[in-house]
């Protein structure tokens, strides 16, 4: 587990007003020009406020989970929302829930930003099942709300019946209340929104490839995977964010990995098809200066409990309350029938770093 970010806001300052699931490793699609009438959108509520918490002895440690549906395809389009919310904002709450005697934090606020990871088909035994399947890839934000719209046509297309979503949040607590909640948690609301009719793309399979942490650079063993008959086109989602807490090497502007601009680069059958620069500049847009009455502080609007400075740093491939964008890999190789292998390299770890890492291969037919 991660928990990438510092929180950097002084603390004086805010105490200043005192099931089973089917197989996720193929699965082919309705013939996506099938002639079917056209539907208004289904939506179904697959999370509602479900609590992820910090204490290790209960059930919500880390994770929420609930069945997923996607039975009733193909679909023209399958969204799904996330509603994320904070017991640290909006400030007001400060005046009825007050960090407890000699706290500087509402006992159930996270006042940090935390890894935001939406799965599907999570193996229970990682070692013996395929990868779970990433749908998207997100950071929290600074103790604040976050909304985040997925658009998962193609895998509903290509992964037909009964899944399992995960919502993961390493999120920790401090027993002292010092810089973060006694008892930190988050709360997460997901809907799934479909529209029945002809697939806008023969998905033909959705294949896992990784999913987990590298902390070296050393290529790990290549990856076996089968482009099925009569793919065409095919495409590998590679998703990628670097975190911890290591000593800044060349190439970084604060702790490794998380400060450290790095190269990726992806091959299939031994041959490189992309390099992958995962590197965000873009931090400093999602920082929205405003002012608290309650704390009296300034903060910004999008991550509420972190410092100015922080928020707005560049990061590697992601930013605090905010969407980590996957690489879209696509060559003519992912389009040919027969077996093939993957694997990735990363120019360089630093020692106590640590790369998240997902890989997502689909076959599409014409």
Not at 49 to 67: C, F, Q
Not at 200 to 220: C, E, H, M, Y
Request: charged letters at 15%; one cysteine or more; glycine letters at 8%.
């Amino acid at each position: 587990m991660f928990s990438p970010g510092r929180n950097f806001l002084l603390a004086a300052l805010l105490w200043a007003a005192a099931p089973a699931c089917k197989s996720n490793t193929s699965a082919a699609s309705p013939d996506a020009g099938a002639d079917l009438p056209p539907a208004g959108p289904t939506t179904t509520m697959v999370l509602d406020n479900v609590h992820i918490g910090s204490d290790g002895t209960k059930p919500d440690y880390h994770l929420a989970t609930a069945p997923l549906d996607l039975s009733a395809g193909p679909f023209v389009q399958a969204s799904l929302s996330l509603d994320l919310s904070s017991p640290c904002f909006p400030f007001e709450k400060w005046q009825t829930d007050r960090p407890p005697a000699g706290q500087n934090w509402p006992a159930d606020c996270d006042a940090f930003d935390r890894n935001f990871e939406i799965t599907l088909d999570d193996p229970v035994a990682p070692a013996t099942t395929p990868p779970a399947i990433e749908l998207t890839r997100a950071i929290t934000p600074f103790g604040g709300p976050l909304h985040i719209d997925i658009d998962v046509t193609d895998i509903a297309n290509g992964l037909p019946g009964m899944h399992r979503l995960q919502v993961m949040i390493p999120t920790f607590a401090d027993p002292a209340g010092k810089v973060s909640g006694s008892n930190g948690g988050w709360f997460i609301s997901a809907t799934l929104t479909t529209q029945s009719g002809a697939a806008p793309r023969k998905v033909l399979a959705v294949i896992p490839l990784f999913n987990g942490s590298q902390t070296t650079p050393d290529a790990l063993p290549a990856i076996p995977f089968t482009v099925p008959a009569g793919a065409t086109a095919g495409r590998v989602e590679y998703r990628v964010t670097g975190h911890g807490a290591g000593a800044p090497t060349d190439g970084c502007n604060g702790p490794a990995e998380e400060f450290c601009h790095r190269t990726h680069s992806v091959f299939v059958d031994d041959a490189k098809v992309q390099d992958v620069d995962p590197w965000r500049v873009d931090c400093g847009a999602l920082c929205t200066v405003m002012h608290s009455p309650v704390l009296n502080n300034d903060y910004c609007a999008e991550n509420p409990c972190g410092a100015l400075g922080s928020v707005r740093a560049p990061r590697a491939n992601w930013c605090p309350g905010s969407v980590s964008r996957p690489f879209n890999i696509e060559a003519p190789v992912l389009g040919a029938p027969g077996d093939h292998t993957f694997h990735f390299t990363i120019s360089s770890v630093a020692m106590d770093g640590t790369w998240r890492i997902s890989a997502v291969y689909l076959a599409f037919g014409s």
